[in-house]
């Protein structure tokens, strides 16, 4: 027991050293504006790995974005390489300068965010479709935005405390 006690811990000490602060950021370029970014026709390709770099799955997403006030909602159309079809639609509302709060139906309580320079951070639990039932799993999840309008999402997935895997999505703005 004291094993693991002592494993736990250390894992949890290692996790902490090595978090990014999205206001380190703060001064890189191309500056990001979610709501400006995901107004109108977006689409992703995106990967998930599992916890030592294997390939599990693979997918598109088809994003559709609408701004009212300081409320955005994303409907996002997933077609997975095994021709899986699903949709997740994000409400993602401004609370103050550069912090948002999002909700979608497999997100439990609230998605907190917040953005610096070109970057922004995403944290939360989502409940995902596993074997026969679901399992609840934590989002660090980061967007960098690039030159040509290219923006890339990693986010780590975690149980526990330990990393599980990863997803990987490069976004890119479509004409209308």
Known sequence: MKRWWIAGLMAWLLSGCSSMNVNDL????????LFGY???QTRAWGIFQGRGGDLKRQ???DIRGEVND???VLTED???ADGEVSQRIWTVKKTADNRYVGSAADVIGEAQGESAGSALNWRYTMEL???DGSVKVDFDDWMFLQPDGVLINRAKVKKFGFTVGEVTL???RVAS
Do not use: S
């Open 26 to 33: 703060a001064d890189t370029q191309p500056r990001f504006d």
């Open 38 to 40: 995901f107004e109108g």
């Open 59 to 61: 997918f598109v997403v």
């Open 70 to 72: 300081d409320v955005l």
């Open 78 to 80: 997933f077609v997975y």
């Open 129 to 131: 479709p596993y074997g």
């Open 170 to 172: 490069v976004f890119k």
